[in-house]
């Protein structure tokens, strides 16, 4: 029964690597090849492909990605999914070596660090846009206090809002929301672009909709009765945003709270593992499995509750 199981493992391991090179010599391949002659076409007509729209938007997985690597100081504009890919597959060799050597599990147990490693790699992508999205809701009261104030002595919207970005922290995410699509989109196509952008920022944070929303009601609308019933709903807006930034202060404590359970739980892994007196039950398949079974699930348990964290903030 052994002999079967670790054959099964094996199988199911070259599997795994087997998919995870044609997905990745898939991706290599659309870099190399040149472009079809239907996307010269569309380049010389000066039709836009679709996909490149979706790429290029504020919130889209491909920006989620660049987002992610750019904290690393790295580029990957254009190249999105490959590497990501790449990151899957090196982040599951890290793990699979760190298991293997470091916590001294047998090498059968640390293939599950391959499927590890790419539940890591996605949570790191998206946890640079829940970073990002909650750093846009802890600056929504600074510059609605501002604003307020601002649009009852300029009542110019697109200049109150550009005079407001620059009271926020240098080069935060909402000073370069506002700044590259608020107001770019508003000194293109004034006041229709308000559709556009109350879209974008619901994609980013539900705040930052209202937000919009009403300045864009403001804008359309205009006069001293509006203005009175902005700063009123703003004021609103300012007390339920204090609250969500203490619920981020109390996710933030609950994901560090987590973090400490897990070292615990690595900590009395190496431990047993290294033990001489459990040299014996380690070589056995079904407590490898057991094992390799455990590690997954406490990587895809952090993942998942942590992404709940951040939805229900």
């Known amino acids: 029964m052994s002999v079967l199981l670790a054959k099964f493992l094996l199988i199911l391991g070259g599997a795994a690597a087997a998919y995870l090179a044609y997905l990745l010599g898939e991706r290599l391949s659309v870099i190399i090849l040149s ?10 007509v000066g039709v836009q492909d679709t996909r490149k729209v979706i790429a290029s938007q504020y919130g889209s997985q491909e920006f989620k990605i660049r987002l992610a690597f750019s904290k690393y100081r790295i580029n990957v504009s254009g190249h999105e999914i490959i590497a990501l890919t790449l990151a899957r597959v090196g982040m599951g060799l890290v793990v699979t070596l760190l298991m293997w050597q470091v916590f001294g599990l047998p090498l059968m147990t640390s293939l599950a660090g391959m499927i590890g490693g790419l539940m890591i790699a996605n949570s790191m992508a998206d946890a640079g846009w829940a970073e990002t999205c909650a750093a846009i809701e802890r600056e929504i009261p600074i510059f609605l206090s501002g604003f307020t104030s601002t649009i009852q002595v300029n009542p110019n919207v697109l200049q109150a809002v550009e005079e407001e970005s620059n009271v926020l922290q240098i080069s935060s995410p909402l000073q370069k929301w506002l700044r590259d699509r608020f107001i770019r989109l508003g000194q293109e196509k004034g006041a229709s672009a308000i559709d556009e952008l109350v879209l974008e920022a619901f994609r980013i944070s ?3 909709g ?4 009403l300045i864009g009601r403001l804008w359309r609308t205009g ?3 509006w203005t009175r019933s902005f700063a009123l709903a703003a ?3 300012e007390g339920v945003m204090e609250a969500r930034i203490m619920g981020l202060a109390a996710g933030a404590s609950a994901k560090g709270a987590v973090k400490v359970v897990i ?3 690595l900590v009395v892994v190496i431990v047993l ?3 001489p007196l459990f040299v014996t039950a380690m070589n056995n398949v079904l407590v490898q499995l057991v094992y390799a079974a455990t590690s997954i699930v406490m990587i895809f348990g952090y993942g998942y509750m942590s992404g709940m964290i951040d939805r229900l903030m």
């Open 235 to 237: 004021s609103n807006l």
């Open 210 to 213: 209202v937000m919009v929303f």
């Open 273 to 275: 593992a290294r033990n």
């Open 35 to 44: 472009p079809s002659v239907t996307a010269r076409v569309k380049d010389m």
């Open 223 to 225: 006069g001293m009765e």
């Open 206 to 208: 539900n705040s930052l």
């Open 263 to 265: 070292g615990v739980t």
